[in-house]
């Protein structure tokens, strides 16, 4: 039996359905042909989120100790998307988007030590269900203002209701302390909207070289302590 609300929206969904069928290209139909591909990012998301959490704690099982500090997802937002093709020139449909954008299903990873990035890196890539699409090593070859992070692009499979749809996801692995520096320089650079003078980004970039440092001492500091 369907409460009486149940009914209403049952019929509400009816009328929209023979709404849409009829009028293809309206604009109802494109915002919720926009949230369906949002949706579909989601569970790009969530496929790798699960993949990662697995990692996680058969690691954290085996070696007792955590590879993965945080993992954060993120959609990126409709205005950003706009924003993103605007400037490269491109049209903005649906098609277009899914085709030039990497970065719609986005996945932070922050990792305790370096060597546990390449680690997780290595293991998500060796499932025989993940496409790697495109790696930038911004550890091994920082960009100019310092920034370092371990970059990927991956094409996962994802099952649908009726269809099965390779989606791709951009995954951000870094350390707790590039995530530090990465946070806070973005806080700075893009938030308040200032152009930092040179002496600043220097300043900046050489924060930024310190905290490799102090990231490479831990490395060897816990190695010293497992050869224990
Ligand atoms: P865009 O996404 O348009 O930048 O192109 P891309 O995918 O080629 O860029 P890239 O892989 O170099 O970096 C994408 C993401 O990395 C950004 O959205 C940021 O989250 C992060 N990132 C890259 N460079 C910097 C930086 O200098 N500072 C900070 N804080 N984050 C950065
Ligand atoms: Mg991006």
Redesign the pocket.
């Known amino acids: 039996m369907q409460t009486p609300q149940e009914l209403e929206l049952d019929q509400d969904r009816e009328e929209l359905q023979s709404y849409l069928l009829d009028h293809p290209d309206d604009f109802v139909t494109h915002i919720l042909q926009f949230n369906e591909m949002l949706a579909r990012y989601r569970a790009a998301s969530q496929e790798i989120t699960t993949k990662l959490e697995i990692l996680r704690n058969d690691f954290n099982t085996r070696q007792y100790r955590n590879p993965i500090e945080s993992i954060q997802t993120r959609i990126k937002r409709p205005a950003s998307i706009v924003g993103?093709m605007k400037a490269r020139g491109m049209d903005i449909t649906l098609e277009s988007i899914e085709k030039e954008l990497?970065?719609i299903a986005g996945i932070r990873v922050v990792c305790s030590f370096i060597d546990d990035i390449y680690m997780v890196a290595e293991k998500l890539l060796a499932q025989d269900d993940l496409r790697l699409i495109r790696v930038?090593d911004y550890i091994k070859n920082p960009?100019p203002?310092g920034?370092r992070?371990y970059?990927m692009v991956v094409e996962v499979p994802v099952f649908f209701l009726d269809s099965k749809q390779p989606m791709r996801v951009?995954i951000?692995l870094r350390t707790v302390a590039m995530d530090f520096w990465?946070s806070l320089?973005?806080e700075m650079?893009y938030k308040k909207q200032i152009k930092n003078s040179a002496v600043i980004s220097e300043e900046l970039r050489r924060c930024a070289e310190t905290i490799a440092e102090t990231d490479e001492k831990m490395l060897e500091l816990r190695r010293q302590i497992e050869a224990e």
């Open positions: 993103k990497n970065d930038k960009k203002n920034y992070s970059h951009e951000q990465a320089e973005h650079k």
